[in-house]
């Protein structure tokens, strides 16, 4: 379960960072490229016509740029967000981090308490594994 954990805050992490790269480069233009081919025969069955067959083939390429100026400040606020949430994501992880320390400096000094039964020292002895397990993971 705890390998679960931390497997998924890597990934949205991760995902944290792409989005961000994502915003950014809506920044720059947008290219497009566009190409075909045509090609067109038609036979005129008319004795008396000039021509009896006619063949027409060609090609056409294009290239059209796109580029936003103003989207109504969209762009900034989106890139904005995804710093804030990158951020917001980075200080719940290090909250996390510093709670779990915190546990694990309490629970070793009531385990080296004189004043705790046995029962209470296997209980907190359990809790430093299961804390020391979850932090270096």
Known sequence: RDL?????????????????????????????????????????????????????????????IRWDIFRGGKKIIANK????????????KEKITLTIRKELKNAYIQYHSPWINSTQKSYYWKLIQTLTNKYYQ
């Not at 967000?81 to 719940?92: G, P, Y």
Request: hydrophobic share 30%; with cysteine; net charge positive.
């Open 81 to 92: 967000n995804a710093s804030i949430n990158q951020e917001n994501f980075k200080l719940n």
């Open 4 to 64: 679960h954990l931390s497997i998924r805050r890597q990934r949205q992490m991760c995902i944290r960072d792409r989005d961000k790269k994502a915003i950014k480069f809506s920044y720059l233009p947008n290219l497009g490229l566009s190409g075909s081919y045509g090609w067109n025969e038609s036979i005129n069955d008319n004795p008396y016509a000039f021509y009896n067959k006619s063949i027409s083939d060609g090609f056409s390429a294009g290239i059209n």
